[in-house]
Nanobody, 120 residues
Framework: QVQLVESGGGLVQPGGSLRLSCAAS????????MGWYRQAPGKPRELVAT???????NYADSVKGRFTISRDNAKNTVYLQMNSLKPEDTAVYYC??????????????WGQGTQVTVSS
């Protein structure tokens, strides 16, 4: 079994910062791309940022210059540093990872989601 566990969400004022973490555990052989997605009420899930195993990153235009994705391969963990937060960043944030298990099955895994609320 493989699972992703997120942490770090919460309530923050506009202009504030939060750091999300997502740790993968279980029967992991290797992890390819990791990323963060978000879903606001009444809207479809959207990509926020992704990072490859080699460290190449990709960001949604709406978060470029404000959010930074990083990963610690030794800890099987991906992070999302969110600065200059805006009310429109309010959403449930989901971690995603393409994981090759020890049974050599490659598939996408999702975390349970963590709520980020930006409000004064």
């Amino acid at each position: 079994q493989v699972q992703l566990v997120e942490s770090g969400g919460g309530l923050v004022q506009p202009g504030g910062s939060l750091r999300l973490s997502c740790a993968a555990s279980g029967r992991i052989f290797s992890i390819n791309a990791m990323g963060w997605y978000r879903q606001a009420p009444g809207k479809p899930r959207e990509l926020v940022a992704t990072i490859t195993s080699g460290g190449s990153t990709n960001y949604a235009d709406s978060v470029k210059g404000r959010f930074t994705i990083s990963r610690d391969n030794a800890k099987n963990t991906v992070y999302l540093q969110m600065n200059s937060l805006k009310p429109e960043d309010t959403a449930v944030y989901y971690c995603n990872a393409a994981i090759l298990s020890t049974a050599f099955a490659l598939r996408d895994y999702w975390g349970q989601g963590t709520q980020v609320t930006v409000s004064s």
